[in-house]
C-alpha cells in the first residue's frame, strides 16, 4: 500500500469517520457485535444524559456468542435496573440493512415512527458511515434529524488507521463494500441488492479511490 499516503488518507478519513454529534433524539439503534459490551455502555450513556429516546437494541443470533447480540444487551439492560419499557428489542437482523428496517418496523407497532423527529445511531467508529447512509435509505420517506454516537476501534481511529496492517484492511474493506453498495454489486449479503445511495453519496465516495492492491477480506465485525 505504498500508493496509501497524503491526500489520500485524508480523502479517506474525511470520507469513512464521522464526528460524533449525538441528538436529543425520539429513538437510539443500537447495532449489536461479538464484543456486545461496547455499544451498550454507549446506549447507557446517551440514555443517563437524557437524549436517547426509546432504545433499541438489534442483532440477530451470533455463534461466537451462543445467543442474539441484542438479548445480550436487554437483559444487561434489566440486571442493571434500567426501565424495560423504554427498550426495544430485535433478535432477527442479520445485517445492516435488517438492523434499520427491523427498528423501523418496531418503531412503527409501538407507533413511535409516524412523529419521529430524531434518531441517534449507536456503532462502531469505522462502520458509521455505511450505518447512517442505510438508515437514510430506509427512513427515506420521512424527515429525520441523525445523531452520531460512534465508539472507538480498538484497532484503528482516524488518526491511526493507515498506520499499520490491521487498520488499514478494516478500514479499506469497509469502503470497499460501500463502493459495492453504491454500483449494487453482488457476493454481499441482502444490503448489496437493495441499497440505493443518494447521489452526493455516490458522487462522493466514487472520488475516494481504493488503494491499488488492498485486500478485501472479511472484517471482524458481520455485515
Not at 457476493?187 to 465516495?205: K, Q
Request: glycine content about 6%; hydrophobic content about 40%; overall charge positive.
Amino acid at each position: 500500500m505504498s500508493d496509501l499516503h497524503g491526500q489520500r488518507i485524508r480523502e479517506i478519513t474525511d470520507f469513512m469517520f464521522l464526528p460524533d454529534r449525538p441528538v436529543a433524539a425520539d429513538a437510539t439503534i443500537v447495532l449489536g457485535q461479538t464484543l456486545w459490551h461496547r455499544p451498550f455502555q454507549k446506549s447507557i450513556e446517551i440514555y443517563k444524559a437524557g437524549t436517547a429516546g426509546k432504545i433499541i437494541f438489534t442483532g440477530g443470533f451470533n455463534p461466537k456468542l451462543g445467543s442474539c447480540e441484542a438479548l445480550r444487551m436487554r437483559r444487561t439492560w434489566e440486571k442493571l435496573g434500567y426501565s424495560l419499557n423504554d427498550v426495544l428489542t430485535d433478535i432477527a437482523a442479520t445485517n445492516t440493512l435488517e438492523n434499520m428496517q427491523n427498528a423501523r418496523a418496531l418503531m412503527a407497532g409501538e407507533p413511535l415512527l409516524k412523529d419521529c423527529k430524531a434518531v441517534n445511531i449507536i456503532t462502531i467508529n469505522y462502520h458509521m458511515r455505511r450505518a447512517v447512509e442505510t438508515l437514510k435509505h430506509v427512513f427515506a420517506d420521512a424527515s429525520i434529524q441523525i445523531g452520531i454516537v460512534n465508539y472507538p476501534s480498538r484497532y484503528c481511529g482516524p488518526d491511526t488507521w493507515f498506520a499499520d496492517q490491521t487498520g488499514r484492511t478494516l478500514v479499506i474493506s469497509e469502503l470497499a463494500k460501500i463502493r459495492k453498495y453504491l454500483s449494487r454489486g453482488h457476493g454481499l449479503d441482502i444490503d448489496a441488492a437493495h441499497y440505493l445511495a443518494p447521489p452526493d453519496v455516490r458522487s462522493a465516495v466514487h472520488r475516494v479511490e481504493i488503494p491499488a492492491g488492498s485486500r478485501d477480506p472479511v472484517a471482524p465485525w458481520r455485515f
